[in-house]
């Protein structure tokens, strides 16, 4: 029998569900609390399904038999009627997070489900943060290249050049997100790569000369600060890993027994598992480390909360309090070094000296084939590295720096 207005305004609550029936699958539940709820059953593939339809009152009788009709004629197309009803309201969530700043953030989210390292999204949020006053609420499918021109010269007048160019490509990386995601169609910053001056290339100071690396080893023999923090200076010259990944490390990647540390994927910059050997020398500071921190997770906790590491600063603020400044050699400089000096000695292959420092080769097929090879290579070359920084450290002659704080 069909429901009536007034038939439904008078339905009590009785503490129990109760199902009252219109023609054509329009159904009325009302709940134990006396809230009435409408439903379209129907069947779509030899199954029995419903959809719900809205409340009463908000969704009135005529209103309800209207969206009844309607998912009538979604049925005699061949779609059912409750999956479109959760693809139109994903599309809907979509839609509404159209802006800039909300595409952003969306972006980042999954770069953090991704896995990324803290510090990669740090930055990418700063750099966001940035392109936000002038297009964070702007529609995201309506950006001009000419508002993303306005930011990045304003960045290049301040002198900032680097992070202009970043700006530009984290804008470009939140574009081509949301045109994955249907709320763009093109991406303007693909136009601008030239529109403004290119930053000059930096690199981080390292020294290259063997006879001034042996005056660096000798000063680090000589430091009388934190033995955690001289046994990461010690150590890094030997596995010249970058430094974050020394930093960062934890007791659980090292075999000693097998003379090997395995570095996870979500601390490398490429994002690939990264094997180093160790050296006999590397093994000798470790083991000494262990008597320190062995029974923490971390080789270098931080003095104030052992569960974090030492700060960033800690290595190249060690360098300046050994009297070299910063435009002599950085942490990150002890990787330019060992490149430098493997290269120079001749002994080894120089794909096994890129693969021992990390680096991505640009051929997908010798990738592949370069994660296991090389290896007894790189064995060899960690000794032989060591064995020559020994060297080095005898015969390096000291060179008189200026006290520093």
Aim: charged share 30%.
């Amino acid at each position: 029998m069909a429901l009536t207005d007034v038939a439904i305004r008078a339905i009590k609550t009785t503490g129990e569900k109760q199902k009252f029936s219109d023609d054509g699958g329009l159904q009325l539940w009302v709940s134990e609390k006396g809230t009435k709820t409408w439903r379209f059953a129907y069947r779509f593939h030899c199954k029995q399904k419903d959809v719900v339809l809205g409340q009463y009152p908000e969704v009135g009788l005529a209103e309800a038999r209207k969206k009844r009709g309607e998912a009538k004629t979604q049925l005699a197309k061949g779609i059912d009627p409750g999956q479109q009803k959760k693809i139109d309201k994903l599309t809907k969530a979509i839609a509404n997070a159209t802006t800039f700043r909300a595409v952003a953030e969306e972006y980042l989210e999954r770069q953090a489900r991704e896995g990324r390292a803290e510090t990669t999204l740090a930055k990418n949020r700063y750099l966001l943060e940035l392109a936000y006053p002038a297009i964070g609420n702007r529609p995201i499918a309506e950006i001009k290249a000419a508002e993303i021109v306005a930011i990045l010269k304003h960045l290049e007048k301040r002198g900032t050049l680097e992070a202009a160019k970043r700006v530009r490509a984290t804008i470009g990386a939140v574009i081509r997100y949301a045109i994955a995601t249907s709320r763009a169609e093109t991406d303007p910053t693909a136009a601008l790569r030239n529109a403004i001056i290119a930053p000059k290339v930096k690199h981080r100071a390292a020294i290259t000369d063997a006879v001034a690396f042996g005056g660096l080893l000798i000063a680090i023999e000589s430091f009388d600060g934190q033995p955690t923090t001289k046994a990461a200076l010690r150590l890094l010259p030997l596995v010249f890993t970058r430094p974050s990944e020394l930093r960062l490390a934890e007791w659980k990647e090292f075999d000693l027994d097998n003379a090997i540390w395995i570095i996870p994927a979500n601390r490398t910059k490429m994002r690939r598992e990264h094997s180093v050997p160790l050296s006999r020398q590397a093994l000798a500071i470790l083991r000494e480390l262990h008597a320190l921190t062995g029974k923490g997770l971390l080789l270098f906790p931080g003095l104030r909360v052992v569960t974090r590491p030492i700060s960033e600063n800690t290595l190249n603020a060690a360098l300046r309090r050994l009297g070299y400044s910063k435009d002599e050699v950085t942490s990150h400089g002890f990787r330019s070094t060992a490149s430098t000096l493997l290269n120079e000695s001749g002994k080894f292959s120089p794909d096994a000296i890129e693969r021992a420092l990390a680096h991505q080769d640009p051929d997908a097929v010798r990738r592949a084939y370069n994660r296991s090879a090389y290896w007894q290579e790189r064995v060899a070359m960690a000794q032989w590295w060591a064995d020559h920084l020994d060297t080095l450290r005898k015969g390096g002659h000291v060179v008189e720096f200026s006290a520093r704080a």
